[in-house]
C-alpha cells in the first residue's frame, strides 16, 4: 500500500462517495431529499470525470464532464424540483418493501457485483478499473429503488440515477464513450424527462394519484 | 533495582493521559453543552458547569432505596472504572503506553459492554417501572450498535492488519498520508454509533426527564449525591473516550510517540483543537437533528451497521 498515486485514491474516494449516494437514495423517506441527492450524484459525476479527465490526458471528457453539471445538477433537479412544486407532491415516498430490508437487499447487491466485477476488472485496462464493480453496484442499486418505490416521480429519478450510474460504469471501464453518443444520451434523457412530467399530469388526471399500482387496474373486468 | 528509563518514561505519559483525560472529560460535555446553548440562541450555564454538578452532588448525603442490593451499590465505581480504563487503553496523546498492550479494540468493545451491563442490572435491581423500562431500552440501543462500532474497528484492522489501537493509529497517523475510501463509509457509522451510546439527539435526549423518551436517564433516575456523581463523571468519561477513539481511527495526525518530549506540545495543542472541533460538530449535528420515535433507532443503527459493511467490502475490492 501507499504505491497508489494520490490522484488514483481521490478517484477511488469519489466512486465510493457515489455508492455512498445511492444508499441514501436507497433511504430515503422525502422526495425533495431524493432529488438533492441526485443534484449531488450529479456534481459527484461530474468532479469524477473531471478527475479521470485530468489524470488520463483525455480532452473530450472535460466536455462530458460540462454537460454532466449543466445538465444532471443544474437542470434536471431544476425541472424536477419544478414538477413536484406543480403536482404539488411533497408526501413521504411509499415503498414496497420495509426501508431495513431494502439496505440488506442493497448490500446483498453490493457483494454480488463485487464478485461478478472481479474478473471484468482484470480484462479492463487504465486507472480506474477497480471501479467496475462500484459502477455495477449503483446501477443495481438504482434498479432496486425503481422496482421499490410506488410513486411515480420517485422511480423517475431512479431511472435518472441509473442513467448516471450507466455514465460512472463507461467512464471508468472504458475511459468514456465517444462524445457524439455522449450528446444523444443527454439529449435522450432530457427529453425523457420531459415526457415523464407530461406523463405525470396524465396519471393524475385518469387515478386522481401518482401511486402506479393504480395502472394495474385497467383492465376489464 | 532501578527499572530502565523507557519503562518509567512509558509510565510517565501514561499516568499523565489517565489524570489529563479524568479530569478534562467533564470539560468536553460542558463545551458540547455550552455549544449547543450557543446554537439554539440560549446564553449556556458556562464550560465549567459539569464541574460545579459534580462538586454539589459529590457533597450530598446519598440516598438509596431500602431493597436495593450490593450491585446497586458497587455498579457507579464499576462503570466509572470501566470508562476510565477505557480511556487509558485508547492512544490520546501518544501512542505505544503500557496500559495500551493490555487489550485490544474487542476488548475495549468489551469494556463498554460490561459497563453497560452492570448499569442495567443496577437499573433494574431496585425493581421500579422506569429502571427496567430504560435497561431494556438501553439494551435494544446497544445490542443494535454495538456489531456496527465492532465493524467499524475491524475496518481499520483490515488496513493495518492488527487489532491493536496503537498499531492502526501508527499506521494512519505515521505512514505517508492515504486517502481510505473505507474509512469514509466507517467515520460515517462511528459517528451514527457515538450518538446512539452517548445518549444523544437521535436516539436518547440527555436533557430531559420525559418518561416517553428517556433511555438513559431512566435507568439512573434512582441514583443520587456520589453515585450519581460517579455515573455523570463516567458518561463524560464516556463521551471522551468515544471521541477519542473516533480521533485515534480517522483524525490522528501529529499524535506523539512515548519519550518524545518534543513532540508533546504539538500533540496537546492538536489534540485540543479537535477535541473542541469535535465537540463543536457534535453540538451542530444534536442541533439540526431531530430525536426520532425509538422504533425508528433500529433503523438508525441498522444503517451504521451496512455503512460500516460497506466499507469493509469497499476495502476488499479497492483495497484501500
Request: glycine content about 6%; hydrophobic content about 60%; cysteine-free.
Given at each position: 500500500m501507499g504505491t497508489t498515486p494520490f490522484i488514483v485514491q481521490f478517484i477511488d474516494l469519489l466512486a465510493s462517495l457515489l455508492l455512498l449516494i445511492v444508499f441514501a437514495m436507497l433511504a430515503q423517506r422525502r422526495i425533495l431529499s431524493l432529488i438533492n441527492l441526485f443534484a449531488w450524484q450529479g456534481a459527484l459525476l461530474t468532479l469524477n470525470t473531471a478527475v479521470v479527465a485530468y489524470s488520463t490526458a483525455q480532452h473530450h471528457l472535460y466536455y462530458s464532464a460540462a454537460l454532466t453539471l449543466v445538465l444532471k445538477v443544474l437542470l434536471l433537479p431544476w425541472l424536477l424540483h419544478r414538477l413536484i412544486h406543480r403536482l404539488n407532491v411533497r408526501w413521504e415516498v411509499e415503498t414496497l418493501i420495509n426501508i431495513p430490508t431494502t439496505m440488506l437487499v442493497g448490500i446483498a447487491l453490493v457483494i454480488f457485483s463485487f464478485n461478478l466485477a472481479a474478473p471484468i476488472s482484470e480484462l479492463a485496462e487504465g486507472i480506474t478499473r477497480g471501479l467496475i464493480g462500484i459502477a455495477l453496484a449503483c446501477v443495481l442499486m438504482s434498479l432496486l429503488i425503481m422496482l421499490t418505490r410506488r410513486k411515480a416521480v420517485t422511480q423517475v429519478v431512479a431511472f435518472l440515477s441509473l442513467e448516471n450510474s450507466l455514465f460512472f460504469a463507461a467512464t471508468s471501464a472504458t475511459q468514456g464513450m465517444p462524445l457524439v453518443v455522449e450528446f444523444g444520451i443527454a439529449l435522450d434523457v432530457l427529453v425523457a424527462t420531459f415526457i415523464f412530467g407530461i406523463f405525470f399530469f396524465q396519471i393524475r388526471e385518469t387515478f386522481d394519484s401518482l401511486d402506479i399500482t393504480h395502472m394495474e387496474k385497467l383492465k376489464d373486468d | 533495582m532501578m527499572p530502565d528509563p523507557e519503562t518509567t518514561l512509558a509510565i510517565v505519559f501514561q499516568l499523565t493521559q489517565l489524570l489529563l483525560v479524568v479530569l478534562a472529560a467533564p470539560l468536553l460535555s460542558g463545551w458540547v453543552n455550552q455549544c449547543q446553548a450557543w446554537l439554539q440562541n440560549r446564553s449556556g450555564a458556562g464550560v465549567l458547569q459539569p464541574y460545579r454538578v459534580l462538586h454539589k452532588l459529590f457533597r450530598k448525603d446519598a440516598v438509596i432505596a431500602h431493597n436495593a442490593s450490593w450491585l446497586f451499590r458497587i455498579t457507579p465505581y464499576i462503570v466509572f472504572g470501566c470508562m476510565w480504563l477505557a480511556a487509558a487503553i485508547i492512544p490520546i496523546i501518544a501512542v505505544d503506553l503500557p496500559f495500551s498492550r493490555a487489550a485490544d479494540v474487542i476488548a475495549l468493545v468489551g469494556v463498554f459492554a460490561l459497563a453497560r451491563m452492570f448499569i442495567a442490572l443496577a437499573a433494574m435491581d431496585v425493581g421500579t417501572a422506569f429502571g427496567s423500562l430504560g435497561a431494556r431500552r438501553e439494551m435494544l440501543v446497544s445490542f443494535l450498535a454495538e456489531p456496527?462500532?465492532?465493524?467499524?474497528?475491524?475496518?481499520?484492522?483490515?488496513?493495518?492488519?492488527?487489532?491493536?489501537?496503537?498499531?492502526?493509529?501508527?499506521?494512519?497517523?505515521?505512514?505517508?498520508?492515504?486517502?481510505?475510501?473505507?474509512?469514509?463509509?466507517?467515520?460515517?457509522?462511528?459517528?451514527?454509533?457515538?450518538?446512539?451510546?452517548?445518549?444523544?439527539?437521535?436516539?436518547?435526549?440527555?436533557?430531559?426527564?420525559?418518561?416517553?423518551?428517556?433511555?438513559?436517564?431512566?435507568?439512573?433516575?434512582?441514583?443520587?449525591?456520589?453515585?450519581?456523581?460517579?455515573?455523570?463523571?463516567?458518561?463524560?468519561?464516556?463521551?471522551?473516550?468515544?471521541?477519542?477513539?473516533?480521533?485515534?481511527?480517522?483524525?490522528?495526525?501529529?499524535?506523539?510517540?512515548?519519550?518524545?518530549?518534543?513532540?508533546?506540545?504539538?500533540?496537546?495543542?492538536?489534540?485540543?483543537?479537535?477535541?473542541?472541533?469535535?465537540?463543536?460538530?457534535?453540538?451542530?449535528?444534536?442541533?439540526?437533528?431531530?430525536?426520532?420515535?425509538?422504533?425508528?433507532?433500529?433503523?438508525?443503527?441498522?444503517?451504521?451497521?451496512?455503512?460500516?459493511?460497506?466499507?469493509?467490502?469497499?476495502?476488499?475490492?479497492?483495497?484501500?
Open positions: - | 456496527a462500532l465492532l465493524m467499524v474497528l475491524f475496518t481499520a484492522s483490515m488496513i493495518s492488519h492488527s487489532t491493536q489501537l496503537p498499531r492502526i493509529v501508527e499506521l494512519l497517523a505515521h505512514h505517508e498520508f492515504v486517502l481510505y475510501p473505507s474509512l469514509a463509509f466507517a467515520a460515517l457509522a462511528f459517528v451514527i454509533v457515538l450518538l446512539a451510546e452517548n445518549a444523544r439527539i437521535p436516539v436518547d435526549n440527555p436533557s430531559t426527564h420525559l418518561e416517553l423518551t428517556m433511555i438513559h436517564e431512566a435507568m439512573i433516575l434512582e441514583y443520587s449525591a456520589r453515585h450519581l456523581a460517579l455515573i455523570e463523571w463516567a458518561s463524560s468519561l464516556k463521551l471522551f473516550a468515544y471521541i477519542s477513539i473516533g480521533i485515534a481511527l480517522f483524525l490522528p495526525h501529529g499524535i506523539a510517540e512515548v519519550g518524545n518530549w518534543a513532540a508533546l506540545p504539538l500533540a496537546f495543542g492538536l489534540l485540543l483543537l479537535k477535541l473542541l472541533l469535535a465537540g463543536a460538530g457534535l453540538a451542530l449535528l444534536e442541533t439540526v437533528m431531530a430525536k426520532m420515535r425509538i422504533f425508528r433507532a433500529p433503523e438508525f443503527l441498522g444503517t451504521a451497521f451496512l455503512l460500516a459493511v460497506l466499507g469493509l467490502l469497499i476495502h476488499f475490492l479497492l483495497g484501500a
